[in-house]
DNA sequence: CGAAAATTTGACATGACTCAACTGGAGTGG
DNA sequence: CCACTCCAGTTGAGTCATGTCAAATTTTCG
């Protein structure tokens, strides 16, 4: 199976169409603690995840770390608000298991969407679903008390909860890895 | 100005284009406090805000209800996790202040991206940035305290203070009214 | 094993919620 | 033109969820 039928499944494409969406991506690998984006940096990379587990995240104005989302095999990740604004970073992108990656710049995504559009259409899709998972993040946060958000969590990325430490997922809940600790306290206890 | 212009700007179509882009939009008007969707209908229409001002919102478990976002004048509104993955609607459309809307059947739409593709990249470009405004929402909420995100909120967006009640800001920000309430009074004296 | 990192616990502070009552303005009808 | 009602907004008192800070405990890993 080619790079092109794992990253943009369910499409055929020619030979040649594979041998050009395949030039445009490079295949990068990072170590757990890597640092693939700074805020702050120019953001001209996409990143698909072919292994490993990454998350984003964004420091605020006291320091504190609010993680948007991670990231795990055949996950698309950047800082999305600059990549297609083509502005500099406001995410970190953070490497939390030995990742392979592989990236593309903007530039050559827009390349492809013109030779090939039904890529164009993929992406748009894709861009859909990743819209309504933010919609019923949004919500969720709304609706939810921290207790339903992390079972929500855990029951739904149970394959990402299994890579990553409970204080990131307080970061991504919204709450402290103390109020996280007696959450799942409360729940053990039934 | 023809409609498509009005909502498709900064692309040059041709009479033609035109014309088949104007014959799947329909006008709609409704009056303040009618419900254009209803959570459970079907989704199948985006629309266009020629002019008024509506808001989507969602009940949650206890009757309460949270408003995902508000649309005026040049804003497309629609529930998008219902329209793209074609499911019953989990959010509630109301007018808020008359309003002339321009609607599009999502088959409509896919057909409008097939015939005429820089549609669909127009129609791309706008769901990033709405995907970017969503991100920074979730943000806000996890970085922000209410009273920073409620001056947020108004200086983002007078346009749409000046047309809504202060108990849809509140739940837009996810609050009481009761805890605006003090936040405006807090804000006021200094 | 030992050090560093992650998690838990306790005591206390605080921001936001609930519920109930009150205020003030807009609109209606006698 | 006043009395009445309705609605939005405000205020007060008490409660609760979550935060902060400090310390103890457990886990991870070189």
Redesign the pocket.
């Known amino acids: 199976m080619s790079i092109v039928d794992q990253m943009i499944k369910g499409e055929d494409f020619t030979p040649s169409e594979i041998r050009f969406i395949e030039s445009k991506f490079k295949t990068v690998s990072f170590k757990k603690g890597d640092v693939i984006l700074k805020a702050g940096d120019q953001t001209t990379h996409q990143y698909y995840v072919h292994d490993g587990c990454l998350r984003t995240f964004f420091i605020d104005y006291?320091g504190?770390e609010h993680t948007l989302q991670f990231a795990v095999k055949d996950w698309w990740i950047s800082d999305y608000t600059a990549f297609f604004d083509q502005e500099n970073a406001i995410l970190t992108i953070e490497c939390l298991e030995e990742a392979i990656l592989y990236k593309v710049f903007r530039k050559d995504l827009e390349l492809i969407y013109k030779e090939i559009p039904k890529v164009e259409t993929y992406f748009r899709k894709k861009l859909e679903k990743a819209f309504s998972s933010f919609q019923n993040r949004i919500l969720s946060n709304l609706a939810n008390?921290?207790?339903a958000r992390y079972l929500d969590f855990i029951t739904t990325y149970p394959d990402i909860e299994a890579k990553?430490?409970?204080?990131?997922?307080?970061s991504y809940l919204?709450?402290?890895?103390?109020?996280?600790?007696?959450?799942?306290?409360e729940l053990v206890n039934h």
């Open positions: 006291s504190k008390p921290a207790k990553i430490k409970n204080y990131h997922i307080a919204g709450i402290t890895t103390e109020s996280l600790s007696r959450i799942r306290k």
